[in-house]
């Protein structure tokens, strides 16, 4: 079955700094890999997706992915936080019925002031 | 702005009352999710549905709780008798199937269930 890890249950960085939220999947076939968000009491967000082609996807608020096939994995990245992104962070995969996605445990990002 | 509504977003009941959750897809996806999340288990696929029509419904207790799809634009989520351990946040999401392939899926705001 698909499946995703996010090893981290929460990552700390400063505002202004390179940010990080790593995901790493497990998949038979093609992976098609999403990022969502969750703002506090709000439902989760589509950030952006991979499905073919480039391996640095560029999504919404100025996030982006890095798809690495030999290393399996496809973390988030920012390059400079804002305290707004302070979050819950869930990495995603197609499921091989391709119908649903299967989401990984989630990471809270904080950003500090 | 086409967005995923759900009714109520905050729910309080007692124990062993009936409770329905109510759920507009955005118009023109024919694919309908039902989530439930919870500190503890986190994010749970439940239930969904494609053109109407119930897929998988594996992860809803199925002594209680049922999922139905009246029309294209009302998904309902019912919970009877509802128990302190259903209380969670409730999401329903929509997402348009292309070639059996679902993409992206959009979420609700979330029904905050409380039983006591």
């Known amino acids: 079955a698909q499946s995703v890890a996010q090893p981290e249950d929460q990552v700390k960085v400063a505002e202004g700094n390179p940010l990080t939220v790593k995901c790493t999947y497990s998949v038979s076939g093609n992976p098609y890999l999403f990022w969502y968000v969750q703002y506090p009491n709000r439902g989760l967000q589509f950030l952006l997706k991979y499905i073919t082609g480039d391996n640095l996807v560029k999504g919404s608020y100025g996030f982006e992915a890095e798809f690495n096939k030999s290393q399996t994995s496809f973390h988030l990245k920012k390059p400079s936080a804002l305290v707004s992104d302070s979050a819950l962070y869930f990495c995603a995969v197609r499921d091989t019925g391709f119908q649903k996605l299967v989401f990984g445990t989630g990471t809270r990002l904080l950003v500090s002031p | 702005d086409a967005r995923v509504t759900q009714t109520p977003r905050h729910k309080v009941t007692e124990m062993g009352q009936e409770v329905t959750m109510r759920c507009q897809p955005i118009?023109?996806?024919?694919?309908v999710f039902w989530y439930r999340q919870t500190m503890m288990q986190g994010l749970e696929l439940l239930a969904y549905?494609?053109?109407?029509?119930?897929?998988?419904d594996s992860g809803m207790p199925k002594d209680r709780f049922s999922a139905e799809m009246p029309d294209a634009t009302l998904a309902t989520l019912k919970i009877q008798p509802s128990e302190p351990r259903d209380s969670a946040v409730y999401f329903c999401a929509s997402g348009l199937v292309i070639r059996d392939t679902t993409y992206e899926q959009y979420f609700g705001p979330g029904t905050r269930l409380t039983v006591t």
């Open positions: 549905f494609r053109n109407r029509a119930p897929l998988d």
């Open positions: 118009l023109g996806h024919n694919t």
